[in-house]
Every structure is written in structure tokens, then in C-alpha cells.
């Protein structure tokens, strides 16, 4: 649509309200930050979420197998050599090693019991871990060897332990004595405590060299799975066929393979069903300022019904007075987006001091790592969401427009101007 500098002239006149005029301005400015808020608040929103998708994902991956093979009746593998050296075979994984996982109790010296979940794993696969390497807080995982663990950050603080230090571990298998049944407990050394940054992990894991687990929990030579890394762990399709070939072969026990959407389906549904609810939702608040638009317009259609008469008699087409009324609207809505892209993009960016700002004045925490799993609040900006949001809001912004600028375009000039 092209506008002549008259058109532009008169619209750029109408929003530089008189003082008599002066309601009519205050409701195109709130119209104005109206969309500027609901642009941002998107923005943030879709931010946040995305970097709350990605830090979990990360973190999820980086301590977990893309895949993982169980025994089809569940308990433990057996004989699984062979088929772990043709999965590590293939082209597209990276790597592949045996667990065993369980439930224990862990004791500090003086301390009470609290429950936690045991993870037994090859101590070369553990250090290749970059999720766990690169977040050692003390101790080294030089020393994860023999029966030595490593434990999270919160866990250690919160049982006052230290690298160095001993934990017990009492097993929920018992073990048979003269006297009858006993538990099955033994202390451990402190190699190293990481933290990943996730709460879950950093408060109720603990890592042990997977032949001590295997005595720990009195599994023999078997383990509870087959943890497999890939190259790509958003496109499982083409792996999963290869592993399940690779799996399915005589000498193989019977197994099951799930991969880590699978294992983690409430963490994938939950995040997706949340986030578009959220761009719904939040996408009301641009629609209300949109309708915020066509009232101050119908408003100012109806204060410059003179004017538009007047225009009419001096030769101005239907066609120009709604362009006139169109533009007036539209710089609105391109305003108003313009400023909420500018400030959405600097709250995203600065999401985590905002918080740390709110936590000192209110000595609160907005953004409990109890309940939203991560330490710190993340923010990722995706500008393919940053173009949907500022898309949709200058469409409404547009849409908005068109009913008051064709009202102001059947005026009949002759109504106009008798009535005044």
C-alpha cells in the first residue's frame, strides 16, 4: 500500500491529539503500550521456556544414555557382552557401556538417613561425561576408581560432606546371616562432588564405579542396563533400527529398548503442552490491545467527523481517507511492536540478574531450584519465535485497523457536517 505525503501528513496530524483532545491520545498510548507489553511479555516467556527446554535437555542427556536396553522381565542383564561390542560398532554410536542403578539409603557420620539413587558405571565412561567433568567443585574424578563415589553439590552441603570424607550406603537387599536377615551397608570415600546445575542430581545421585555396585548390590556379573550415546539424539529413527538389529540376534537374552524421550516423556510433554499453552495465552494480551486500537480509532473517527467531511468536499476519495485512518492505526501498531521487541529482547538477556535483583529486595526465591530443577534461570532467544510474536503482532496491529479506517471511509460528508 503506498501512501502520499498528504496521507501521510494528515495521519502523522492525527496522532498528535489537541488538548481538548486529550482522552483520545491517552487511549492510543495505552493501546500503544499495550502491544509493546504483550510483545515483550511473549518474548520473555518463549525465552525462558526455551532455555528451560534446552538446560534441562542438556543436562538430561549429558548424565543419561540416548538409549538404554533392559532385561524384558526386568531384574538384571546377563551375557550381555556381545551384544554390547556390535552396538558399539556402529556408525552412529559414540558410546556404549553397562550400569547398574538402584535405591539406598546414604548415612553421613552423625548424620540421619536419607534416601538417594545409586548409579553404578565404568569409571573411563564416567570421566568422558563432559556434563560431569567440566562441573568438578572439588575432589577429581582421577580418583574415581575402586570404592570411591562421587556425589552432588547439594547432597554434600546438605549432609556437611567434603571430597575426602566417608558415606555410608545402606542397600535394600539383605544379606543372610546366623542372626537372620541384615542389611547390606558399607562406607564409602568422597572422590569428587560435581555440580551440573540440576537440582535432582545434584541432591540424590551417587556415582560408584560399576564393579563395586555390582558388589554393592549383589548383582554378580549382571547390570540393570546397556546405556547408549549417539551422534544425534534429537533423530533417533534411523539409530533405533540399528540397535535393535544389533540387539536381536540368538545369542542375545530377551531385552527392551527404550530411548530417552521414552524414559523422560512427562519432562518432553509437560514442556511442550506448557509452552504453547503460554504463546495462547499470552497472546491475549496483544489481542486486547489490538481491540484497544479499534475503539481509540473509532473514537478519533468520530471526533474528526468534520474534518473528514471537509476532506471529502475538497476532492479527497474514499480511498485516501481510509489510508489516512489505516496509516494512523498502523504506526500504532508498529510502535508499539518496535518498543516490545526492544525491551522484550533486553529482559530475555538479562532474565537471571532481574531474578537475582528480585531475590535480594524480597529476600525470596522466585525461582526455586526444589522445584524447577535448574539452579539458575535460563533464557534462550530463538529468532524464529522472535519473528512468529512480532508476525502475529503486527497482523492483529493491521486487522485492527481496517474496520475503523472503512468507517471512516463511509462517512457521508453531508450527515458529517450537519451535525456540527
Not at 488538548?19 to 507489553?37: A, K, M, N
Not at 481509540?296 to 479527497?316: E, F, N, P, Y
Not at 519473528?387 to 463511509?410: E, N, Q
Not at 460528508?413 to 456540527?420: F, G, H, I, Q, S
Amino acid at each position: 500500500m503506498i501512501f502520499s505525503p498528504f496521507e501521510r501528513m494528515v495521519a502523522m496530524r492525527y496522532l498528535r491529539a489537541r488538548r481538548q483532545e486529550g482522552f483520545i491520545s491517552v487511549v492510543t498510548w495505552f493501546s500503544l503500550i499495550g502491544i509493546g507489553l504483550g510483545v515483550a511479555t511473549l518474548i520473555v516467556v518463549m525465552s525462558v521456556m526455551n532455555g528451560f527446554r534446552i538446560e534441562l535437555f542438556q543436562r538430561v542427556l549429558g548424565l543419561n544414555g540416548h538409549f538404554n536396553i533392559y532385561a524384558m522381565e526386568g531384574g538384571s542383564l546377563e551375557n550381555y557382552q556381545p551384544v554390547l561390542e556390535r552396538i558399539r560398532q556402529l556408525p552412529d554410536v559414540l558410546n556404549a557401556s553397562p550400569t547398574i542403578e538402584g535405591q539406598a539409603l546414604v548415612t553421613p557420620k552423625n548424620g540421619a538417613a536419607s534416601g538417594a539413587l545409586v548409579r553404578g558405571v565404568m569409571p573411563e565412561a564416567f570421566r568422558q561425561r563432559q556434563t560431569v567433568a567440566n562441573h568438578i567443585v572439588s575432589g577429581s574424578l582421577d580418583d574415581f576408581k575402586d570404592d570411591k563415589i562421587a556425589i552432588g553439590v547439594r547432597m554434600a552441603e546438605r549432609l556437611n560432606l567434603h571430597a575426602g570424607d566417608l558415606l555410608t550406603l545402606i542397600s535394600p537387599v539383605s544379606k543372610t546371616t546366623v542372626f537372620g536377615s541384615a542389611p547390606r551397608l558399607r562406607a564409602y570415600k568422597i572422590a569428587a562432588v560435581y555440580d551440573v546445575g540440576m537440582y535432582e542430581y545434584d541432591n540424590g545421585f551417587v556415582f560408584m564405579p560399576l564393579q563395586a555396585a555390582q558388589a554393592f548390590f549383589n548383582t554378580g556379573t549382571g547390570v540393570t542396563a546397556i546405556e547408549i550415546f549417539v551422534k544425534n539424539p534429537q533423530n533417533l529413527s534411523n539409530t533405533h533400527a540399528e540397535i535393535v538389529a544389533a540387539a536381536n540376534k540368538p545369542d542375545a537374552p530377551a531385552m527392551r529398548l527404550l530411548d530417552w524421550k521414552q524414559n523422560n516423556s512427562s519432562f518432553v510433554t509437560a514442556l511442550e503442552v506448557e509452552r504453547n499453552v503460554m504463546f495462547l495465552i499470552l497472546t491475549m494480551i496483544i489481542l486486547v490491545a489490538a481491540f484497544n486500537i479499534i475503539s481509540g480509532l473509532i473514537m478519533l473517527v468520530k471526533d474528526k467527523g468534520s474534518d473528514i467531511a471537509i476532506l471529502r468536499t475538497m476532492g479527497a476519495t474514499r480511498g485516501m481517507v481510509m489510508r489516512i485512518f489505516f496509516l494512523n492505526g498502523a504506526c500504532i501498531g508498529v510502535g508499539g511492536t518496535l518498543f516490545g521487541f526492544v525491551l522484550g529482547l533486553l529482559v530475555a538477556s538479562h532474565i537471571e540478574s532481574i531474578r537475582q535483583i528480585v531475590q535480594f529486595l524480597t529476600h525470596t526465591d522466585p525461582f526455586s531450584p526444589e522445584v524447577y530443577f535448574l539452579t539458575r534461570m535460563p533464557s534462550v532467544v530463538e529468532w524464529h519465535d522472535v519473528v512468529d510474536v512480532v508476525g502475529m503482532a503486527l497482523g492483529l496491529s493491521f486487522l485492527a485497523t481496517l474496520y475503523p479506517s472503512w468507517r471512516a471511509a463511509r462517512l457521508d460528508p453531508v450527515e458529517a457536517l450537519r451535525y456540527e
